[in-house]
């Protein structure tokens, strides 16, 4: 295990350089762009004195790299801010405070937080499951008219706008059959089972969008799997065909899909923005739209910066895994 | 009744006919070799015997009987009990045929519960028995690897584990020692002998190597064209052939005992090396790959580097045409020294499929040295071009084929073309010949012989196939773990060799004489031993 440990360790560090490139890279391209960020965040009614004291007051008149060793600052050890009136401390990882409102900004993603991981969490479970299924299913009858009926419901799913489908259901399972009650956000820790009923609309929506490429990519890798040799040896052993395909062929396939789903899981939680607003989740995606829209930057650079940390762990926890699954990954 | 009987066998994919109308029996614990060149249709015969054409839309006419089983009108329930039960195969490439995610234990284990009613755990301990019994060592430990954990020579061995696991009376071995060095052959040949002595287990063996024929069955089938050309017992199709194909293929292979005439080679040094050493990967993880080897190439002449896999003939080879960069010593080209790549000094690779670029035109890879020298007139690029594919036996007119519309040994005639383009003073052949049948491998060496005779071109001989080299060779260098332990004359190092390294190589190498074959193997058992 001594190799398995060392990797993780060569593999999280290579995570932490990445994070640290993408804050300074997202950090740089927010901030340098042009446009004036104190007009805007002032309002348009401002008279130029009062566009100068909100510039100080927001510290823009430092140059850049100073501001980032602030922000650096606030994010290992906190930080103090002056709101005019009063001292507002903002404990680390502080991620600065929001133009618009004065809240600090990690706690604004804090409070979202939990709605985009539920959202993902259960809406990746169902995808895995839809998606990796169906593979199998259309690997091992492939050519036959099962194959091609289930592959054309997976596609359908990803070809159909996320807002249809859920329109869709939601007329159909809430209003017509009135099977469930319109989706409304109630958070985990008040009623886990009203938190589930509530997310299943969403869940599904998200998931059959995701579950076609999960499904292609399944069956992809697992018909290159099943034409290998060490396929043939196990058929001239007389093994049967449900434990070559469950067994060998799916252990092929679980190297793609883990990478796959890492990526999709990571993107999601910040890019699930239609179904987040169809359903009326109080998600990141959410509100890093309305933040981009008022130009609020700590708030937009925060949140990039969460959902760059969600990819890039979703990635190095999958990089772990594909070394427990294929050891030789560790050796190379 | 027999162990196996094919009457009328007719296997065809499509239009292609593999296996057209071949008949023959296997008595109970006899050995049978089927011997043929590539396309033959001998591999076809071996997954016909198990039903393995099932299901992939191959047409199989005829009656083929294995084990008491009518394999054409068995059920499938009855197949799956045959396969692996009865009658059980060891392919070619043992890396390849197991599964890369589970250990060999385990797969052997799985193996052995489709035929035996038993527990999980019991099933474990076949599975070490087994491999204990082909000689893993600390088989229980072992049992726990993955295939990429083995050696080559041990997942062959695991390969046969597995066979043996539920004591079959047929084992069919399609190519089993292929894709292994030589010594490690003679080692699984051995073994194969041991297996069959103890359990009286049925052997058919598909090769295309009459050697590895000669060395382990009674009988041999040759095949060509999907037909059978000549069949009876070993000693007789080996040693007094009827059929003109038999003996035109016996021709062909390469021996130990013929000698090739000594070029008369002068004395004129075009390439020396000196103390050559390559090293891969850094601090406790670096690798030497060649270690301190010194050598001299004269003007005309032949050396051959003879070595197993690993042993670093190919890295001193791409050394030697400045393709890798020494870590210390030094090369001189005709007294100057030789760094970087040298147009005079030109490579002919091992594989002629993976060395050519499939979307261009032979014409335009063989053009690439003329361009790389500043050539930039297309019609005399053509018509160089046009004669180097004729100087090779191919036709000029082949200059806008791709390399897929070429046989294996006419690729390889491709490649020796592009290294002639410019007008080279050595090659350096990287296993010309190992990917071709006998018979191309015989006619490509004959190449190389006209082409040094005429050009006065000095070769290096890069090869695992000792017989082949001693052919080509006027000297021979025997690399060992990076180092040459033994270098000379060909017939000196191959008549009396010094070096035990070389006498156990010399000892490993198929007989075609099956008396010979006994005494080479009684000759290792006192080597091991030794």
């Not at chain 1, 890798?221 to 469950?246: C, K, N, P, Q, W």
């Not at chain 1, 990526?263 to 309305?290: C, D, K, R, W, Y």
């Not at chain 2, 009518?70 to 890396?95: C, N, T």
């Not at chain 2, 050009?455 to 773990?481: E, K, N, P, W």
């Amino acid at each position: 295990m001594n190799g398995l440990t060392g990797f993780v360790l060569r593999r999280a560090v290579g995570a932490a350089v990445t994070l640290f490139a993408i804050s300074v890279i997202v950090y740089v391209v927010f901030y340098a762009t042009p446009g004036n960020v104190a007009q805007i965040t002032c309002g348009p009614r401002c008279s130029p004195e009062q566009v100068h004291q909100v510039a100080r007051q927001l510290n823009l008149d430092d140059p850049l790299f100073v501001r980032y060793g602030h922000f650096l600052q606030g994010l290992v050890a906190g930080q103090d801010y002056s709101t005019g009136t009063s001292v507002q401390h903002c404990s680390a990882p502080c991620l600065g405070l929001s133009y618009q409102s004065d809240q600090q900004v990690t706690q604004l993603i804090l409070a979202k937080l939990p709605v985009s991981l539920s959202l993902v969490g259960g809406a990746m479970v169902i995808w895995l499951i839809l998606g990796v299924g169906t593979g199998v299913l259309s690997a091992w009858r492939r050519g036959r008219i099962s194959e091609r009926v289930l592959t054309g419901i997976t596609l359908a799913g990803t070809a159909t706008p996320v807002f249809v489908i859920g329109l869709v259901l939601m007329i159909v399972v809430c209003g017509e059959l009135q099977l469930l009650p319109f989706p409304q956000y109630v958070a985990l820790g008040d009623d886990p089972e009203q938190w589930a009923w509530n997310l299943v609309l969403p869940w599904l929506s998200l998931a059959l969008i995701e579950a076609a490429s999960f499904a292609r990519l399944t069956r992809a890798s697992m018909l290159e799997t099943l034409a290998e040799d060490h396929i043939r040896t196990f058929r001239a052993y007389g093994v049967g065909e449900r434990s070559i395909v469950g067994r060998h062929a799916l252990r092929g396939a679980f190297a793609p899909v883990i990478a796959l789903n890492a990526t999709n899981v990571g993107s999601a939680i910040g890019g699930a923005v239609l179904t987040e607003t169809l359903f009326g989740l109080p998600g990141i995606g959410q509100e890093l739209v309305h933040a981009v829209n008022v130009v609020d930057l700590p708030v937009v650079v925060g949140m990039v910066l969460v959902i760059g940390f969600f990819v890039v762990f979703a990635n190095a926890v999958a990089d772990v895994l594909y070394a427990v699954a294929d050891r030789r990954v560790v050796l190379t | 009744m027999s162990l196996v009987d094919v009457t009328g066998l007719r296997v065809e994919f499509g239009a292609l006919r593999a296996v057209d109308g071949l008949s023959f029996r296997l008595e109970e614990g006899a050995a049978l070799a089927l011997v043929g060149e590539s396309g033959s249709g001998k591999s076809t015969v071996a997954s016909a015997l198990l039903g393995l054409h099932r299901g992939t839309g191959a047409r199989v006419e005829g009656t083929v009987e294995v084990a008491g089983t009518d394999v054409q009108r068995a059920s499938e329930e009855e197949l799956r009990r045959l396969r692996g039960g009865r009658a059980a195969m060891v392919f070619q490439d043992p890396l390849s045929s197991l599964d890369p995610y589970y250990a060999i234990g385990d797969q052997i284990a799985e193996v052995y519960r489709v035929h035996a009613r038993v527990s999980r755990r019991a099933a474990r301990a076949r599975a070490v028995e087994v491999l204990d019994r082909v000689g893993i060592p600390d088989a229980a430990r072992r049992s726990r690897s993955r295939p990429h954990e083995f050696s080559g020579g041990m997942r062959q061995r695991a390969l046969i584990a597995m066979a043996l696991a539920c004591e079959p009376r047929l084992l069919i071995a399609d190519e089993p020692t292929t894709a292994l060095d030589v010594t490690v052959q003679a080692q699984v040949l051995d073994l194969l002998h041991t297996l069959r002595e103890e359990t009286g287990m049925g052997l058919l063996l598909v090769t295309h190597d009459v050697g590895v024929a000669a060395e382990s069955v009674d009988e041999v089938l040759v095949m060509r064209h999907g037909r059978a050309v000549e069949h009876g017992p070993v000693a007789g199709v080996l040693g007094a052939p009827t059929q003109p194909y038999t003996r035109e293929l016996l021709a062909a292979v390469p021996r130990l005992d013929a000698p090739r005439k000594a070029s008369t080679a002068p004395e004129e040094v075009v390439l020396e090396a000196t103390g050559l050493r390559r090293e891969f990967g850094r601090g406790k993880r670096a690798v030497t790959a060649v270690d301190e080897v010194s050598l001299v190439l004269r003007r005309g002449e032949t050396l051959g580097v003879v070595g197993e896999s690993g042993s670093g003939k190919t890295t001193l080879g791409r050394m030697l045409v400045g393709l890798l960069e020494p870590t210390a010593g030094s090369l001189t080209f005709e007294g100057r020294p030789h760094t970087g790549v040298n147009p005079a000094v030109q490579m002919v690779f091992q594989d002629p499929v993976s060395s050519l670029n499939p979307r261009r035109s032979v014409g335009e890879s063989i053009a690439d040295p003329l361009r790389a020298r500043g050539e930039r007139q297309e019609g005399r690029i053509r018509e160089r071009v046009g004669e180097l594919l004729e100087r090779v036996g191919l036709e000029a007119a082949h200059y806008d084929r791709y390399p897929h519309e070429f046989s294996g040994g006419q690729r390889q005639r491709v490649g020796i073309a592009r290294a002639l383009a410019a007008d080279p003073r050595v090659i350096v052949c990287d296993e010309p010949v190992s990917a071709l049948d006998v018979t191309t491998q015989a006619h490509v060496v004959d190449l190389l012989g006209e082409l040094q005779r005429e050009l006065g071109l000095a070769l290096v001989f890069v090869a695992h196939d000792l017989a082949v080299v001693r052919q080509v060779s006027d000297r021979v260098a025997v690399m060992r773990r990076g180092r040459v332990v033994e270098e000379g004359p060909v017939g000196e190092v191959y008549e009396s060799p010094r070096d035990p390294y070389t006498r156990q190589l010399l000892a490993a190498v198929p007989a075609l004489d099956p008396q010979a074959a006994a005494r080479r193997r009684a000759e290792r058992r006192e080597l091991a031993v030794a």
